[in-house]
């Protein structure tokens, strides 16, 4: 008899996790020649001081790849533990940005997190009645600044860090998100969606030259709710649930 399957949806911050999961196992495979070539190396020196006969030189042969295999497997694991603390923290913001949006949820407001769609994943989506939101989340360190000199400039539909660095990978990414969801729920209803490409900038001090927020929101963390709680009703609750449920259905995973 087939046993129904049951299903859940992402939680904040799970592909993040995934990944640093995957990189611990990296770096143990990273370890794992230096530590075959180390047993090796100790077993073939205790036979060549006495416990049974070797040659001199496969004793340093062992050594050898021991020294090789050591420093490559330093270098890769210094690599991987940089990709790792990265990693915890753009998932220490996720979750932090995530339990903030759950306190937006109502019976008009959906909250989904960790969307997958194919080679990138999005944060955070809200479906309501006062409008759509793909949210990405950037947990970075800020430098020192001089008092009212922001940390990010948005103008004209561009981001510019405090040192003048033209952040055009992130638009793209924010961008692409948006774009993705519209088509999805085009998809999904036939119909087309405005989507809000919503960047939040955690501690930062965004300023947005230009006061335009009618596709972008650029902000920090203490921002969203309060610009949330302005919004008008935009859409029926009929559609809404629509899509909501369209979503819940794209993005639900079995139960094991």
């Known amino acids: 008899m087939n046993r129904k399957q ?22 143990f495979e990273a370890l794992l020649p230096s530590m075959v070539t180390f047993a090796a190396s100790v077993f073939i020196w205790m036979i060549y001081l006495g416990f049974l006969p070797v040659s001199l030189l496969s004793a340093v042969f062992m050594t050898i790849l021991l020294v090789v295999f050591s420093v490559r497997a330093f270098v890769k694991i210094r690599k991987l533990n940089r990709q790792i603390k990265n990693h915890r923290k753009g998932l220490d913001g996720e979750r932090y940005v995530g339990t903030k949006l759950e306190r937006l949820s109502s019976n008009s407001t959906f909250v989904f997190h960790d969307v997958v769609c194919g080679k990138f994943n999005i944060d955070h989506v809200i479906i309501s009645t006062k ?69 939040i900038m955690i501690g930062a001090y965004v300023n947005n030259i230009n006061k335009d927020f009618s596709k972008y929101w650029i902000i920090n963390d203490g921002a969203f709710a309060g610009f949330f709680d302005k919004e008008r009703e935009k859409f029926p609750l009929n559609d809404v649930l629509r899509i909501a449920d369209s ?10």
Do not use: C
Request: no cysteine.
């Open 247 to 256: 979503l819940q259905r794209f993005i639900e995973k079995p139960i094991a």
């Open 131 to 199: 409008g759509i939101f793909t949210i990405d989340t950037k947990n970075r360190a800020l430098p020192d600044r001089d008092y009212n000199k922001a940390d990010f400039i948005f103008k004209d539909g561009e981001l510019i860090d405090s040192t003048g660095v033209l952040q055009s990978d992130l638009m793209h990414k924010i961008e692409s998100q948006g774009r993705w969801l519209e088509g999805k729920i085009n998809e999904w209803t036939k119909k087309r969606y405005p989507v809000y490409r919503v960047g």
């Open 6 to 27: 049951h299903f859940r949806p992402h939680v904040q911050g799970e592909s993040l996790e995934n990944k640093i999961n995957q990189l611990g196992d990296e770096v």
